[in-house]
């Protein structure tokens, strides 16, 4: 297949998925979206393990344009969400547009002629203007670096890669890690399986999960009066933005969640020296801060078995503690997260001067406004560096992401300009900032080690550190002044070129 088109996406998520939406309410139909499994939907077609669920309201954690009265929950499980991106991709007349089955694995930016290379997975080539990443920070499954992880002769398996043909019923089974997956899942299987050795490195703050339907007089309202659901969702808005003070301004603040973690945790576990290792040892908000209900009642069965100790090897039919002690195993199953500060491979994408965009992010990933990067023209990505959130929907703030790209590709057609480069000086500058307003945060000071931090620098390349009205605020118009231009025609060979800004043509 192959050929050219004016924009290349990748991804069928919430970010992809919504840039395509946008894209034709434009008038822009000249684009491809490329999905590397067989579905659209993104992490919540990959992550189908038992108990798949968002831990953001489900009127907020959904698209401003496409709400969706019909939602069974409060907070969404992830076949209905699945489900929704889906009949999003009917209503809007994207499906046309997607490749399903189709991974990109090589970007090449060609300087001379102004346009991106894409190499897929089935041996075809694409050209395209404009490149759109959406493959976002929560799509390759990170693994632990235990020895012997590889001689292991039973059944094993990541939770996002979850065997649903293959039993646990009476099955002793081993699961390392207990994050966010993890205290959904375990739940799920323990009623079924005859043993379970939980590994925990690090215990995380559990709170209780408001949970509930949602009644069927409400989904009736909110079809007959849509407008009703929009004030319930800006009332889930402003609560939750009430969250960046305790977050990211004031951390003493988490002084009263804790207390209510704590309360939760002693109403649930009567086990004083179990209760004892799943009680955190940093402060609230550290580590990204999870909802269960049913979490607790499951570590506690007896069999259970809570091993704080560590992993020193796995074996072929087993796993040895760091105190030594071997404990035989059928199934193994990896609750271990993803490589959110690593989201981008070395030897995927390539911008000008063949830098590898990979390797440019060793030190951790950097970008202006969390969409464009120095190097690499026309190129746009949607939950890119410190566009995650630790307070809110990160659909508002994916949303706030296409608007400015949407702008960009407007400014680049009424200007005749064949492509934009952010100046190095005002990625710098941007990322300054960023990190300056990170550094008293709870996230970078609370004491944890997290995900959300960079384990080759340290800096916090996930998170963005304020209210998220701002981050669209910052977003609202594209800035031609922070980018150098070439114009339309241009082969670019005398190099870049800066046109005149917009207002001063």
């Given at each position: 297949m192959g050929g050219h088109h004016r924009v290349l996406i990748i991804g069928?998520?919430?970010?992809?998925?919504?840039?395509?939406?946008?894209?034709?309410?434009?008038?822009?139909?000249?684009?491809?979206?490329?999905?590397?499994?067989?579905?659209?939907?993104?992490?919540?077609?990959?992550?189908?393990?038992?108990?798949?669920?968002?831990?953001?309201?489900?009127?907020?954690?959904s698209f401003s344009f496409a709400l969706?009265?019909?939602?069974?929950?409060?907070?969404?499980?992830?076949?209905?969400?699945?489900?929704?991106?889906?009949?999003?991709?009917?209503?809007?007349?994207?499906?046309?547009?997607?490749?399903?089955?189709?991974?990109?694995?090589?970007?090449?930016?060609?300087?001379?002629?102004?346009?991106?290379?894409?190499?897929?997975?089935?041996?075809?080539?694409?050209?395209?203007?404009?490149?759109?990443?959406?493959?976002?920070?929560?799509?390759?499954?990170?693994?632990?670096?235990?020895p012997g992880i590889e001689r292991f002769r039973g059944h094993a398996f990541h939770s996002q890669q979850w065997d649903h043909d293959h039993t646990l019923a009476g099955k002793r089974v081993a699961v390392i890690g207990t994050g966010a997956s993890a205290i959904q899942f375990v739940p799920q299987i323990q009623p079924h399986v005859e043993r379970l050795d939980l590994y925990q490195r690090t215990p995380p703050w559990i709170v209780p999960k408001p949970?509930?339907?949602?009644?069927?007089?409400?989904?009736?309202?909110?079809?007959?009066?849509?407008?009703?659901?929009?004030?319930?969702?800006?009332?889930?808005?402003?609560?939750?933005?009430?969250?960046?003070?305790?977050?990211?301004?004031?951390?003493?603040?988490?002084?009263?969640?804790?207390?209510?973690?704590?309360?939760?945790?002693r109403r649930q576990v009567a086990d004083a020296d179990l209760r004892r290792?799943?009680?955190?040892?940093?402060?609230?908000?550290?580590?990204?801060?999870?909802?269960?209900?049913?979490y607790y009642p499951a570590v506690c069965a007896d069999?259970?078995?809570?091993?704080?100790?560590?992993?020193?090897?796995?074996?072929?039919?087993?796993?040895i503690d760091a105190d030594g002690r071997e404990r035989q195993v059928d199934t193994l199953i990896f609750g271990t997260g993803f490589s959110a500060a690593d989201p981008i491979p070395e030897g995927m994408i390539f911008g000008r001067d063949g830098r590898d965009l990979g390797r440019e992010w060793q030190g951790g990933p950097s970008a202006y406004k969390g969409t464009t990067v120095t190097g690499f023209p026309n190129l746009f990505m949607l939950m890119g560096p410190n566009t995650g959130l630790g307070h809110s929907s990160v659909v508002y703030m994916i949303e706030s992401q296409i608007r400015y790209v949407l702008d960009a590709i407007r400014r680049m057609d009424r200007h005749g300009i064949a492509s934009v480069e952010v100046r190095p000086e005002a990625q710098h500058?941007?990322?300054?900032?960023?990190?300056?307003?990170?550094?008293?945060?709870?996230?970078?000071?609370?004491?944890?080690?997290?995900?959300?931090?960079?384990?080759?620098?340290?800096?916090?390349?996930?998170?963005?550190?304020?209210?998220?009205?701002?981050?669209?605020?910052?977003?609202r118009r594209f800035d031609l002044q922070a980018y150098h231009r070439v114009p339309a025609g241009d082969s670019g060979a005398g190099g870049r070129q800066v046109m005149p800004a917009e207002g001063q043509a």
């Open positions: 069928s998520g919430f970010a992809g998925l919504g840039m395509a939406i946008q894209l034709k309410a434009y008038g822009e139909h000249d684009f491809v979206v490329f999905e590397k499994e067989r579905g659209i939907g993104g992490t919540w077609w990959v992550n189908h393990y038992p108990g798949c669920a968002c831990d953001v309201q489900s009127h907020l954690y969706n009265p019909d939602w069974s929950r409060r907070y969404a499980t992830q076949p209905e969400i699945r489900d929704y991106l889906q009949r999003c991709a009917d209503r809007y007349g994207v499906c046309p547009h997607v490749r399903l089955q189709t991974a990109v694995e090589h970007l090449q930016w060609n300087h001379g002629g102004q346009y991106w290379t894409l190499t897929d997975s089935n041996g075809d080539t694409w050209t395209g203007d404009i490149v759109v990443s959406g493959m976002g920070g929560l799509s390759r499954p990170a693994f632990p670096d235990v949970d509930r339907p949602v009644r069927p007089w409400q989904q009736r309202l909110y079809r007959a009066v849509p407008a009703v659901q929009r004030v319930v969702r800006a009332g889930i808005y402003t609560l939750l933005e009430g969250r960046v003070l305790p977050f990211a301004i004031a951390p003493r603040l988490m002084a009263l969640p804790r207390r209510q973690a704590l309360a939760h945790l290792k799943l009680t955190p040892y940093y402060t609230f908000g550290c580590k990204r801060v999870l909802i269960a209900d049913d069999n259970v078995e809570l091993i704080t100790s560590g992993v020193r090897e796995i074996r072929e039919h087993g796993i500058a941007f990322n300054a900032r960023v990190q300056r307003r990170l550094s008293g945060t709870v996230w970078n000071v609370g004491g944890c080690r997290s995900w959300y931090l960079h384990p080759v620098s340290g800096r916090n390349v996930t998170l963005w550190p304020d209210f998220t009205w701002r981050f669209r605020l910052q977003t």
